[in-house]
């Protein structure tokens, strides 16, 4: 009985066992889902008051609500005239005075004594010249020393107050003294990261002495909570790595060196320092799991190629997989003519070089020239295979698949992934890069791509043209789009213009596209040649109407979201976004990410609905848009308006939700969290020699959790 109190113990004791609680107030906390000691613990102040320089009379606000700090000066009771009882209070603090008026409430003349501390929550309203308040929360402090008030969510349905839960939290912490709280977190990592004991934090972040105290209580129950997420994505992917017999790649060679020298251009920095980290994990014999974040134009073909190509010189095959026939033949192009005259070195040939071999498998690759991709890949003739989930039909085999790139992973599922990977054979895994122009904040990445290394291109090569955006509210200004619309196409460009996003409705989006697609075509752009995509149409028609805007029979293409997703005409400079209010940044980035692609300059219109300039003027998706092109700031901003919670599973609200730590504020405690969960890990792999941790992950992540956070 005398080891120290854990986490696991609390959550085993009912909040019944507090004072105060009975089955009123139980079935209260119960509403706001607090039942265990734990639930109690941690659930946090949302703020803390100090009596010192907060919370005076002076600063109070007639209409708005607010807490005071007060000494009661003097208490008079008297009956109404329909003879109810109205007790009237002066109270006072070193900045002035105020009545409080409590209606109904007679016994308040035997509470409230003169020179009683007391704190008041409430609205305060002028009434004959001077602030008053009626009826509001009161609670006696006068043997509450401390200098700092923790205020607690308060919820006035489940009729539970901030007063009383700090009281609860406070016994509860007394009785915990003497057997103490537990640490799991090993002192090692303590100390290295500067963080109090658990226990010191829980009394820290619930009754602190000064805000100090409070700072460093938040910093240690943050780390906790990050570094719990951390442990479970870093089990979770040393323990599949484990499982896992890799390729040993060698990067030195000559046939990475012959496409360096072939490029037209040298590599960006960013480019350079991915392809380091690329190849150490190549030359590892863990299989890779690595994701390449950057932005749309940042260069990431060329990474992947750089890394398929060490596959190849080590003898190996590599496959690249894309989410769409139209996305598959174009880096089929594109790769092709990046390695348009490289040849590999050949030790079984007179000559020393053989042609590299690249086939393309998608769907439409039939007959007999499948059966010669399907042979060559069998047979390991074909070094580079690209196409789209074809690649993990059951038909297709490897001989040797060395080096797997995905590309814009967020269009495939994880089953996807593993079966491209379990292709290989004898076994071993193949090393796995997934691609994505999705940035997402580095920090927030560990968390959500947990289980993957993450490898960032945030820079863009150079001798871009901006994209200029503009944000075009109302007809009046509408106007103007369809006359730059029209002036491009003039000069030989060609345009895209999206449709408004209709909720859920496919359907709906469907017929909102062809009506755009006929007032345009019979109004604003009458006279241009328009073409109309949209996802109900077959695949044949929409790669039909593609290769007519690529070849440039048409003019302008009226689409959904369909387009959404890595189309390459470098000729289309203008985009319009109709209803732009109503896409997430990150769409509206892959959006305007269709232009800006070739040599001319681009732009791109947000079109809104007129809103009151007066009312709400102000939209802040569309604002940062305008504002910057940088992917990676943008999704900052979109993290910052969306909030938290999003990252996690929204579904499951409860033990494993961040409460403390904040994905975007605590930047550099998730960096901490991570690396100390990998030292935690790869020294104790199933945590047997930190029983406690492996405990309260246990209690804290539930089957669910522990399979959102790995999804990938
Ligand atoms: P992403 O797939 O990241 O959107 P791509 O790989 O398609 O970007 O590259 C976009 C364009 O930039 C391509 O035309 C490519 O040839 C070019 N490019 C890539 N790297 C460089 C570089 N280091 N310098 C100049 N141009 C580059
Ligand atoms: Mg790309």
């Known amino acids: 009985m005398s080891e120290p109190i854990t986490l696991r113990d609390l959550a085993g004791m009912s909040v019944e066992r507090l004072k105060g609680v009975g089955p009123k107030k139980l079935a209260s906390l119960e509403k706001v889902q607090i039942e265990n000691l734990f639930d109690l613990v941690t659930t946090y102040p949302r703020r803390w008051v100090d009596r010192t320089n907060e919370a005076r009379i002076a600063d109070l606000v007639p209409g708005e609500e607010a807490l005071v700090l007060v000494t009661v000066r003097s208490v008079n009771k008297r009956m109404t005239r329909n003879r109810r009882a109205m007790v009237n209070v002066n109270v006072g603090d070193g900045s002035g005075r105020m009545d409080v008026v409590f209606f109904n409430q007679p016994w308040r003349e035997r509470q409230l004594k003169e020179g009683l501390q007391i704190a008041l929550f409430g609205k305060a309203d002028t009434y004959r010249g001077g602030l008053q308040m009626s009826n509001p929360v009161v609670d006696l402090i006068g043997d509450r020393t401390g200098r700092i008030v923790p205020i607690y969510p308060q919820s006035e349905k489940a009729q539970i107050n901030t007063w009383e839960m700090a009281g609860w939290v406070e016994e509860t912490l007394r009785r915990c003294a003497a057997r103490g709280i537990a640490d799991p977190v090993p002192s090692a990592v303590r100390s290295e990261h500067r963080l109090i004991p658990r226990s010191e934090a829980l009394e820290g972040i619930h009754l602190p002495e000064d805000m100090k105290q409070k700072e460093r209580a938040r910093r240690r129950l943050a780390f906790d909570e990050l570094l719990r997420v951390q442990l479970v994505l870093v089990l979770r992917k040393r323990a599949l790595e484990r499982g896992q017999h890799g390729v040993t790649h060698t990067p030195e060679g000559e046939l990475v060196e012959r496409f360096y020298d072939s490029l037209p251009y040298p590599l960006t920095g960013a480019q350079r320092r991915t392809i380091d980290e690329i190849f150490a994990d190549l030359a590892n014999p863990h299989p890779m799991h690595r994701l390449l974040q950057g932005d749309v134009g940042a260069g990431k073909t060329v990474v992947s190629v750089a890394a398929m190509l060490v596959a190849v010189q080590s003898g190996h095959q590599a496959a690249l997989m894309a989410p769409t026939e139209v996305l598959a033949e174009q880096h089929a192009t594109s790769v092709r003519e990046m390695l348009d005259g490289v040849t590999v070195p050949d030790p079984d040939n007179l000559f020393g070089d053989r042609p590299l071999r690249i086939e393309l498998l998608t769907n439409r690759v039939t007959g007999a020239a499948r059966k010669d991709v399907l042979a060559g890949l069998a047979d390991g003739s074909v070094d580079i295979a690209i196409g789209t989930h074809a690649l993990i039909q059951d038909a297709v085999g490897f ?94 460009r060609q345009a895209y213009v999206v ?118 003027a102000s939209n802040p998706r569309v604002e940062a848009l305008v504002e910057t092109t940088d992917g990676f700031a943008l999704a900052e901003v979109d993290l910052a308006l969306r909030g938290e919670g999003t990252l996690m599973s929204s579904a499951q609200k409860g033990r494993s939700d961040l409460k403390l730590a904040s994905l975007r504020r605590d930047r550099n405690l998730v960096e901490l969290a991570r690396e100390a969960a990998f030292s935690i890990v790869d020294s104790d792999p199933d945590l047997a020699q930190h029983p406690l941790l492996a405990d309260e992950l246990d209690m804290i992540f539930s089957d669910q959790d522990e399979e959102f956070l790995s999804r990938s």
Request: charged content about 25%; some cysteine.
């Open 399 to 492: 001989e040797s698949l060395g080096m797997v790139v995905v590309d814009e992973q967020h269009r495939f599922g994880v089953e996807q992934r593993s079966a491209l990977r379990d292709k290989s054979a004898g076994g071993r895994m193949p090393d796995t890069l997934v691609m994505t122009a999705t940035p997402i904040p580095r920090t927030a990445a560990m968390t959500v791509y947990g289980d993957l290394d993450v490898s960032v291109l945030d820079e863009l090569p150079p001798g871009r043209t901006p994209i200029v955006t503009m944000w075009a509210n109302g007809t009046l200004m509408e106007t103007g789009v369809w006359r730059d619309v029209r002036s491009e196409v003039e000069a030989g």
């Open 499 to 616: 449709c408004p996003l209709i909720g859920e409705s496919d359907k709906l989006e469907v017929a909102s596209a062809e009506e755009t697609f006929e007032r345009l075509a019979n109004d604003e752009l009458e006279g241009l040649s328009l073409g109309l995509l949209h996802g109900k149409l077959t695949p044949d028609e929409k790669e039909a109407t593609m290769d007519r805007f690529r070849s440039g029979e048409i003019d302008v293409l009226v689409a959904t979201t369909v387009i959404e997703v890595g189309v390459d005409v470098p000729n289309a400079t203008v985009m319009v976004i109709l209803d732009a209010d109503r896409f997430g940044i990150a769409q509206l980035h892959q959006l305007r990410g269709r232009v800006g692609r070739g040599e001319h300059a681009s732009t791109c219109w947000l079109v809104t609905q007129q809103t009151d300039p007066e009312v709400d």
